[in-house]
């Protein structure tokens, strides 16, 4: 009896051994799959990051050009108003330097 018990007992411990060895088997390939997941979640991620970024850094530089192009508007506005402004005071310029000469 104590032998069928000590072989019962031995039986047990192996089947245990299996078991535990199966479990880290099957935890080792849960835990690579996870690590997949997590880097394929990281690389999607990045990857929604850059194309907002993209998307961003597209729309600001389209502000950009219309901000410019309105200001270079205004300047050329503004030069135009200063030639009038100095072609009309040139004829003034002119007839005063003609009349102090005379």
Avoid: F, H, P
Avoid at 18 to 47: F, P, W
Avoid at 68 to 79: A, D
Avoid at 80 to 92: C, N, P, Q, R, Y
């Amino acid at each position: 009896m104590i032998k069928e018990t000590v072989d019962a007992v031995r039986l047990a411990e192996m089947e245990a051994g299996r078991v535990i060895s199966t479990a880290e088997g099957d935890a080792e390939i849960k835990k690579n799959q996870i690590k997949l997941q997590a880097e394929q979640y990281r690389e999607s991620a990045l990857q929604e990051a850059k194309e907002k970024a993209d998307s961003d850094m597209s729309d600001i530089i389209k502000k950009c050009d219309t901000y410019s192009e309105q200001v270079g508007k205004r300047i050329e506005t503004m030069i135009s108003d200063l030639k009038t402004v100095a072609s009309g005071k040139m004829e003034e310029a002119v007839d005063a330097v003609i009349d102090a000469l005379v």
